[in-house]
């Protein structure tokens, strides 16, 4: 993607505004950013129609104009060229995906039987939709900033598969808009407090508190660099041994090290291969539980 966008923009570049020409490479350029879009993909060996096919084309006319608006001001040592066209890909989604469409997404999943191709492609779809529309970040105030990405992240994806398993429950005649963000916002906010809450009741209970201090400047090294030292060092082998079925590379210590680096699940699960998010968040929860008392220990 990132050679052939280049030469097209380069090449838009020199064209006028509003010409015939610069139209055409508009157009070339589009497609090639989509090539890579998050919703609206063709299902594998059939075409695809009605709501799909109706936010496709209006997503693709959406970002017909905003590339033309963004291409002259477009500066590639300031933003790579990949960046540059996914961030107005996904600018031109969210501006196109408003309730009404969200709605549509989620009636058109209640229309398949469940454990059918089509079921499962709806879901796939919607599911992407919400993700850029963004979800809501509650309780932020409540939870310790150093612990929140964590329990948020899990929130997050027990939301979703309850938007898989449930979303014959979604009523849009129900609430006072019938929104789909609305209910699953709702869901998340419970999810939310259900983790911490349980997090808080299991041994973790002192890891969880020590994890929510900020050090103060007379603290040193801080909590979160002994953590890493204690992770790093691993002088037992116990982090490097606990790893995945038959993926030695998936241990506890690289997968921990990762989250302590800021890195978001999606970013690790490509790291490892595609490694499905809720597998790589359940044995990093699991093994956090198992190595508490070693880091009260150490800490």
Known sequence: MDEQLTKLITEAQRHPPDSEERQKVLTQMVDEILRSRKICRTP???SFSGI?????????QQLLRDVDQAL???NAQRTPVREWGNTLRDSACKKILDDARLQRLALSAQQFKPQTEERDYAIRELLEAIRLRKLCRPHSNKIPANFYNLIYEEAVNKTLLYVCQKIDNYDPKKGKTGSLMTWVNFRLDK???EIWDEFLKSENTLLAEELGKLPTPQE???????MRECLEEDA???FRREHMRERPDANFQAIALAKMSGKRWEEISA???GIKIAALSNFFQRGTRKFAPKFREYL
């Open 271 to 273: 790291e490892f291969g």
């Open 236 to 238: 037992e082998n116990i």
């Open 191 to 193: 999810v939310i407090i």
């Open 72 to 74: 002259d001001s477009y």
């Open 52 to 60: 799909y096919q109706e936010i496709y084309q209006e997503v693709r």
């Open 220 to 226: 040193e090294p801080s909590l979160s660099e002994r």
């Open 44 to 46: 594998k060996d059939k």
